[in-house]
């Protein structure tokens, strides 16, 4: 048996990844899942979230390195499974807030990815 991934018990990403409060999900794994965001700032725009609790990327150290790897690779191929139009012309952003400042309002890391015809709503501050 492996160990529990690191939990916090009220945290909002870590009860969607154990299945605890529903989500529109469109990929599950062992160790990540991704999602829909429940208010889009784009007319695709889901999150590919890590199951074990790591607040943000100011707490990465190396053995993150690996599930972050997993995360670059996977956003661009769900993003063209969930109708992102293919690169140039269409394409995707990826964002990760990170702190106040960063403009995080959920505290576990997760890796946004935006997509669809312009213009999008804004949501991540004007410069967006
Ligand atoms: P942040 O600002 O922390 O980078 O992004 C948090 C995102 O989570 C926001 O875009 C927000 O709409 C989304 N969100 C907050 N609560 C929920 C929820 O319960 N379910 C889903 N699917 N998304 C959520
Ligand atoms: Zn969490």
């Given amino acids: 048996m492996t160990a529990p991934l690191p939990r916090d ?4 990403f870590c009860k969607i990844a154990a299945g605890e409060l529903p ?26 979230v890590p199951k074990e609790h790591i607040p943000s990327t100011a707490q990465f ?13 996977l956003a661009p191929k769900l993003a063209q499974e969930q109708g992102c139009a293919p690169y140039p012309e ?3 952003r990826i964002i990760i807030n990170t702190g106040r ?3 995080q309002e959920v505290p576990h890391l997760h890796v946004h990815v ?7 709503k804004w949501g991540f501050g004007p410069e967006l």
Avoid: N, Q
């Avoid at 989500?23 to 590919?48: G, N, Q, S, T």
């Avoid at 150290?61 to 690779?73: E, F, N, W």
């Fill in 9 to 12: 018990p009220g945290c909002i």
């Fill in 101 to 103: 400042h960063g403009g």
């Fill in 90 to 92: 269409g394409g995707w």
């Fill in 23 to 48: 989500a529109r999900k469109i990929h599950e794994d062992d160790e990540l899942i991704a999602f829909y965001d429940i208010a889009p700032k784009a007319p695709i725009h889901f999150m590919l």
């Fill in 61 to 73: 150290g190396p053995r993150h390195a690996a599930l972050m790897g997993r995360i670059m690779l």
């Fill in 114 to 120: 935006l997509g669809g015809p312009r213009p999008w």
